[in-house]
């Protein structure tokens, strides 16, 4: 279990170097709160690929560092160039911890990790998520439930 949470890492900081983007928000401090709408940032690193390479990707609340478990779809078809996206946090979705983190990706295997963070006021169980992703309207950089 180590070794895998030392190759996470590892992944993590070569996917942040040679990245076009780094996640500023949700940051290691942060705390999101369910039934809150709570903000995913971005900045552009200057490096490889260029944001205009990436295309558009699809941003993932997950936890749990050593099994990488997918808690929600926050949105898809989102446009690296935007820099932020505002997505409302179900009550439900799981059991608050310290341990959730952000995934956002697109179909090319680029991929970039946030830092975990905490999540409060939310109950449930975490399970695979097998429903559709939640709606998304780019033109306002929301999300909401379908």
Do not use: R
């Not at 200057?46 to 295309?55: T, Y």
């Not at 936890?63 to 779809?73: G, H």
């Amino acid at each position: 279990m180590k070794l895998f949470t030392v190759l996470l890492c590892i992944c993590f900081f070569i996917s942040t170097i040679y990245a076009g983007c780094v996640i500023q928000y949700p940051y290691a401090n942060t705390v999101w709160m369910g039934g809150n709408t709570e903000n995913v940032t971005w900045a552009d690193d200057n490096a490889s690929p260029s944001m205009l390479e990436i295309g558009d990707m699809q941003i993932d609340l997950m936890k749990d560092t050593n099994n990488q478990t997918k808690v929600i779809t926050l949105a898809t078809l989102v446009h690296p160039t935007d820099f932020f996206f505002a997505c409302l946090i179900p009550n439900n979705i799981g059991p608050e911890g310290d341990d959730y983190f952000v995934k956002m990706y697109n179909n090319n295997s680029y991929v970039v990790y946030s830092h975990t963070f905490t999540i409060k006021n939310i109950s449930g169980t975490v399970q695979p998520s097998t429903s559709q992703p939640a709606t998304t309207d780019n033109a306002n950089n929301t999300v909401g439930t379908q």
